[in-house]
């Protein structure tokens, strides 16, 4: 038997090169050697869109399609939308039981997002059960491994916590939850080195849709041109005849996810020697990106012309998906005696 691989996205927005390189590519890799389960994370999203969740419904289809343009292979792996699985909900409660509140009061994201996020009203309960609603969504599949980013790193830490609570307090033996274990992109060598577990965006910060900083995969040749000449370099590097520091490089460190190693050798070479300047790397590498996307960025057109598609691959993944998580809520209802 594979093991389990499960992981979701919330459809809060277009996917950027952060989750194509610290993720996607993960995951297209994890669906030939595991049973990989893949979710739109919709109750996720709705913890921090609920006043405004008009656009969910559309970013999950679309989140959908760019999965399989990317190459996730609906009959390699299971692609299912959270809300389509009640039973979560369900399990939630469960855990919810056995989560001492303090727990969840000092999950680093829940004040950094409540900080980063000030437009939104984060105060509600809904955003304070996310790593716990997390959990459910990876214990009700049985998923032994959950490939994700460097920064849910705490959450899956406070998961298995929360597993370990569940099971020694309802004594749960051979039948308990499963514990599980991250997979990070890094650790598997998708990406071509540890930079894919962090990619940065055009600020140097941490690329996210939430910072203004990405450049997303829909995005044309023009808006990739256009981002990539604001791609930040080395801050230290103010001047032509200054050497640079390609390790502390943003855009090298995206540069070097999708060019040859050639390449990359050539222009750290001269990035270090001053004899090159930003410029023309930034172009080179949004040439490169161009080229990189225009595959996916077809495939991608072809699946938006079929009506339904995507609507179609999240039914068939929900059937999959429901018996096993009925099995686990039966397990819980046994175990805690219901
Ligand atoms: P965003 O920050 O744009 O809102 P999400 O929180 O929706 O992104 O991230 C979804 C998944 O993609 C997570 O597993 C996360 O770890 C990964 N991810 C997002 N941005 C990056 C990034 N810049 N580098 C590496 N992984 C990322
Ligand atoms: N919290 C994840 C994120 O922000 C999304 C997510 C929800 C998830 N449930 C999950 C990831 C279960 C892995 C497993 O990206």
Redesign the pocket.
Known sequence: MKERV?????PTGKLHLGHWFGNLQNMLALQDQYQAFYFV?DW?ALTSEWQNPSDIARYTEEMVLDWVAAGLDPDKCVIYR?SDIVQVSELLLYLSMVTPVSWLERTPSYKEQQQQMSDKDLSNLGFFL?PA??TA??VIMDAAR?P??ED?LP?LELGREIVRRFNATYQAGESGLVEPKALLASSLGQAKDAAGARVPGTDGRKMSKSYGNAIFISDTADEIRKKAMGFMTDPARKQLTDPGDPEVCPLHQVHKLIADEKKIADWETCCRAASCGCVPHKQDFAEDLVAYLADFQARRAELDALPGFAREVLQAGAEKARPIAEATIKRCRDLVGL
């Open positions: 499960l992981t979701g996205y919330r994370a996720h959270q996310y609603l997390q969504d990876i959950v994700v980013g849910q959450h």
